[in-house]
């Protein structure tokens, strides 16, 4: 140990290695610190910072400096984006188109024989006819949906980091209550989307694609059509679609462009890839959501529980109100016909209201989650 710095003039040869009093500074403020001679500890009068021993825990100004005058480290790169806009603008458009419509004409081949292509109006008569089927389930729905997954996991595997956090295939901020919550309250944006609709397009002249998704909807009877149905139309679409738009390009945008980017253009593609314009513009409400929730979260899971809710609500509704209109016997008599459409109307009334309900419990929910 150093000997303390004195004023007595007279220095013996052990006290001529002593640092000036000067150089001696707290560590912990840097006040300039007394040293007291024959004391084993110093006390920093202007923080209160103790030092058993002086001279190994000060830093001398010489080495200060040195420590100051060190290089800072280069700036990170900014992160890749290009990746992500040639898979969305480039290979998702040209490769759903050529795979889905491929397969169509395949299995039409297979299943009808080369004379159907001759006609016009074969292709879109067979899709009509079946999609009241549950092979038509299989066969519109599950080709697309199988070339997002792909899409999705053969973009993101070249990825430094790991496949479940490219995806955003993480654990969701905030409390599981909150996005169990907005989930189930998530059918109520589907209102938003047919008044958006309701502006540029008469909602009592479905087009022709919408007509067969009703078709889908509506038709499938028995244990294997309804299974195949939500399996393909609800839970399937939830998990494919979502770890798309809301994973691999939400995750690849936000790392530099922000909020605005990263939830709409998302969501501006999740609706045009539906090809329809009327459905197109009813269901980019619906995406612009679901990005919120995944933006809210830092997660694709709630996103997908959401989707998958809209989904399963949707033909829920579609098949309550088939099987009320079948009832009525309307052709026979306008008064059940008009009792089952007051009947539907009370049914999907309580069931929006319901949704209307469990998103503001998960919006004041996120709001308490965020103000901790």
């Not at 009241?132 to 430094?160: D, H, K, N």
């Not at 993480?170 to 008044?195: K, M």
Request: proline share 7%; net charge negative.
């Amino acid at each position: 140990m150093v000997d303390p710095v004195t004023d007595d003039p007279e220095t013996t040869p052990e006290s001529s290695t002593s640092v000036p009093l000067s150089a001696f500074v707290c560590t912990k403020c840097g006040a300039d610190l007394q040293l007291e001679e024959g004391v084993d500890q110093t006390v920093c009068e202007h923080c209160g910072a103790t030092f058993a021993h002086p001279n190994a825990a000060l830093v001398g100004a010489a080495q200060a400096e040195s420590i100051t005058s060190e290089p800072s480290a280069p700036p990170l790169p900014e992160p890749r984006t290009w990746p992500t806009w040639v898979v969305l603008f480039l290979v998702l458009p040209l490769g759903l188109i050529a795979f889905t419509s491929v397969f169509l004409i395949i299995a039409a081949l297979v299943m009808e024989g080369p004379e159907l292509l001759q006609d016009p109006d074969g292709l879109q008569g067979w899709i009509k006819e079946i999609s009241t089927e549950p092979l038509g389930v299989l066969i519109l729905i599950a080709p697309g949906q199988l070339f997002f997954l792909a899409l999705t996991i053969a973009a993101a595997w070249p990825s430094p980091d790991p496949l479940s956090k490219r995806l955003g295939f993480v654990r969701p901020r905030g409390s599981l209550r909150t996005w169990i919550l907005l989930c189930l309250g998530s059918p109520i944006i589907q209102i938003a989307g047919f008044s958006l609709a309701g502006m540029f397009f008469d909602m009592n002249e479905t087009s022709e694609q919408l007509e067969i998704l009703s078709g889908l909807f509506t038709s499938q009877s028995g244990f294997l059509g309804v299974t195949l149905l939500i399996l393909l139309a609800s839970v399937f679409p939830g998990f494919s679609e979502e770890l798309f738009f809301r994973g691999y390009v939400r995750v690849g945008l936000e790392r530099r462009w922000g909020f605005m980017v990263a939830v709409f253009l998302p969501a501006l593609v999740f609706a045009m890839v539906h090809m329809d314009p009327m459905h197109a513009t009813a269901v980019l409400p619906l995406g612009l959501w679901f990005g919120c929730l995944a933006w809210w979260s830092r997660s694709t899971i709630p996103a997908i529980g959401a989707h998958l809710m809209n989904n399963l609500f949707a033909i829920i509704v579609s098949r309550e109100a088939i099987e009320l209109g079948d009832d009525s016997g309307a052709a026979e008599a306008p008064e059940a016909a008009a009792a089952s459409m007051a009947e539907f109307g009370s049914f999907a009334l309580a069931g929006y209201g319901a949704c209307l309900l469990l998103l503001l419990l998960g919006l004041a929910s996120l709001r308490l989650d965020r103000s901790k």
